[in-house]
């Protein structure tokens, strides 16, 4: 009979291999870009949905494609676990989408980012038509791009996001829509000083950013899922993104009572 020590031994080195065989690995894309507050954010719910969830994981980053829909079909190929996007149809197709929206809405709230010589061009401007005189730019694999056409605006399509700042802080391009969630973090981070946020005027449609899951991973869709609602039950969603976002919230130039809202429909939500 094994001394009572050497059972002890046993017994903790079979705890300790089932305790790592429930470890899953989950691949997510590594960052492309400059850190921002709403990639901390995402880490962030992602990691406490999961404890929730009691769905014990290892992050693992994995170099991917920078454009958005590239990395939505590696999920289709299992080289990704894991990703956050706006969503659309095409999308939803191509992974399992967590539809609860990670922003509140926020991100279909775009304020108009432009060169500051530019900002007497919207001094006036309350109506969508005036609006689509002027040009803006966006991501051609952006779902918003889409949408901002489909609303009849005019939109010049590009791959490379600092082309993208580049052009408007020349005043080539009229303005460049961004989330109310991330204006401030890349205006501060861009070398274009003279770029500025167009006060009392701003577009919005509905839309929402989700985590995609592989389809290879409905256990992982599941918690998930399910941590993400005991976050919002406990009010622990709440307080994490007023945590990162309620400051830059509150300091867009949008004065109550005076501030233009042109709304547009997203036929593709």
């Not at 401007?125 to 609006?131: A, M």
């Not at 130039?253 to 042109?262: R, S």
Request: glycine letters at 4%; one cysteine or more.
């Amino acid at each position: 009979m094994l001394p009572l020590k050497c059972i002890v031994c046993v017994v903790s080195l079979f705890i300790g291999s089932v305790v790592a065989s429930e470890v899953n690995i989950v691949k997510i894309p590594k960052d492309q870009h400059a850190h921002f507050a709403r990639d901390d954010y995402l880490n962030d719910m992602l990691t406490k949905a999961l404890i929730r969830a009691q769905y014990p994981v290892e992050i693992e980053r994995v170099a991917v494609h920078p454009h958005q829909q590239r990395n939505l079909m590696s999920l289709d190929d299992s080289s990704l676990d894991l990703f956050w996007s706006m969503s659309s149809p095409e999308r939803e197709s191509l992974a399992t989408a967590i539809k609860i929206p990670l922003f509140k809405g926020y991100i279909g709230k775009r304020a108009l980012v432009t060169n500051k010589q530019n900002l007497n061009k919207f001094k006036d401007i309350k109506t969508l038509e005036q609006l689509s005189k002027l040009s803006s730019v966006q991501g051609h694999d952006w779902p918003d791009t889409r949408i901002l056409v489909n609303n009849g605006l005019n939109v010049r399509p590009l791959s490379n996001l600092k082309a993208m700042f580049a052009l408007t802080s020349q005043g080539r391009i009229d303005y460049f829509p961004r989330s109310f969630i991330e204006v401030n973090s890349e205006l501060l981070e861009r070398d274009h000083k003279n770029l500025r946020i167009v006060p009392n005027l701003y577009i919005s449609y509905p839309t929402a950013l989700y985590y995609f899951v592989s389809k290879d991973k409905p256990e992982l869709a599941k918690a998930l899922d399910q941590g993400i609602k005991i976050m919002q039950q406990n009010g622990e969603f709440d307080a994490l993104f007023y945590e990162y976002f309620a400051t830059d919230l509150n300091s867009l130039p949008y004065t109550k009572g005076e501030t233009i809202e042109i709304k547009l429909i997203n036929p593709y939500f």
